[in-house]
């Protein structure tokens, strides 16, 4: 699990998130929770089942993260600021309305990772303006000292909004993205990349995307990755999966789209580097043909693809033979090899890899074993087809 990154606002991923309703019943307050039976957020629920992944929610106006509460009944944005200070804004159905709910003494119970125990907070009501006499939106604690900084289990046993009983549980880390998507860059690297021209990204590029870096320019943005796009629809130019109209970058003059941010970075470095593998921005939409390559279903056959069966051609003999047991890039492992012309070979520690093109090889070699591990899966997959 990946450490929070710190600061006033700051901005983070769920992992995963559950929040579960219990109506009143007798006491308000819930039983004391001893030390041996504290709630591990990160196993449990309010009904003691695992934790399921739940769909991720955009950043909220302070910068932290929305927590459904209740199935989305209600919402919670979670702050965690530089010096540990933890607050918590409730929040309505839509996620954008103040909710406001009564004065109480929450408990929130903290472990950071790495810690076996959980540690209990307090979160004091503390009404911001606007809020009505006897009523709160905001509710705020200081976390342990051993958990500022780092990725944390929280887990609120009894919140209560109007007449009923929530249980809160978040688990926060840094979106982490599967499926070959790149890593961001960052700092010095990062500066370089984007305000320098070069390939076919140019100075007028530069003013065009507001002489910021992709991941400033999205901040705060969640991006939700659709590995199935629909004939007809844009597709990120580096990982080929569904662009989002919000993740948009100017490139040669030309606007295309992405789906996350860090793709971005790759597809910049591409331009400046490899800008014969640029293509116009039409030509990264889901055709009929590519949406039948798809890995699912498994009954497709690839090699029906006229467009899919040329570029495996233009292999030799032996190469086509270990393109064929690999069927799927080593990087996009969604992306059919010859989908995107004839497959990149790369030499990974010794060993003949496939790649859909030369935008995933950076990708690859940078961590050979995760690529080599990715093609045994592959290779292994296929073989049982």
């Known amino acids: 699990m990946l450490s929070i990154l710190s600061g006033r606002g700051l901005k983070l991923g769920i992992i995963a998130v559950v929040a579960s309703a219990v109506f009143l019943s007798g006491c308000d307050q819930p039983a004391p929770i001893s030390k041996e039976t504290r709630p591990n957020p990160a196993s449990v629920s309010a009904s003691g089942n695992s934790l399921e992944q739940e769909h991720p929610h955009v950043s909220g106006a302070h910068g932290g993260i929305v927590v459904p509460i209740g199935s989305d009944s209600y919402h919670a944005e979670a702050v965690i600021e530089k010096d540990g200070v933890f607050r918590l804004l409730t929040l309505g159905p839509d996620e954008t ?35 009505a006499d006897g009523k709160t939106s905001q509710f705020v604690g200081k976390l342990p000292d051993t958990a500022i900084g780092k990725t944390i289990d929280v887990t609120i046993p009894n919140l209560r909004i109007g ?32 305000f320098t021209p070069g390939g076919k990204y140019t100075q007028a590029d530069i003013d065009a995307n507001g002489k910021l870096p992709a991941a400033a320019k999205f901040k705060g943005f969640m991006s939700k990755h659709d590995m199935a796009p629909k004939p007809g629809d844009f597709i990120c130019p580096v990982t080929f999966t569904k662009a989002n109209p919000k993740i948009e970058w100017t490139v040669d003059g030309k606007k295309y789209l992405f789906c996350c941010a860090p793709c971005v970075d790759e597809f910049v470095r591409m331009a400046k580097e490899e800008p ?30 006229p467009k899919i069966a040329a570029a495996l ?65 592959l290779k292994s997959a296929n073989a049982d087809k």
């Open 97 to 131: 309305r103040i909710q406001e709910v009564d004065i109480q003494l929450i408990k929130a119970y903290v472990k950071a990772a790495g810690e076996s125990d959980a540690t209990p907070i307090d979160m004091k009501a503390v009404p911001q303006e606007g809020d």
């Open 163 to 194: 007449s009923e009983r929530f249980r809160v549980g978040f688990t926060t880390a840094v979106v982490s993205h599967d499926g070959g998507m790149p890593e961001a860059v960052t700092g010095a690297e990062e500066q370089k990349l984007y």
């Open 276 to 305: 014969d593998q640029i293509k116009a921005p039409d030509e990264y939409m889901q055709s009929m043909s590519t949406a039948l390559s798809a890995p699912e279903p498994a009954s497709v056959n690839k090699l029906a693809d």
């Open 313 to 377: 051609a233009a292999l030799d003999d032996d190469d086509r033979l270990v393109a064929q047991s690999q069927k799927f890039c080593a990087v996009v492992t969604n992306s059919p090899l010859g989908s995107m012309g004839t497959p990149i070979k790369i030499d990974v520690n010794g060993q003949p890899v496939f790649l859909c093109c030369k935008g995933c090889k950076t990708k690859a070699l940078r961590d050979p074993e995760a690529t080599l591990a990715a093609v045994a899966k």
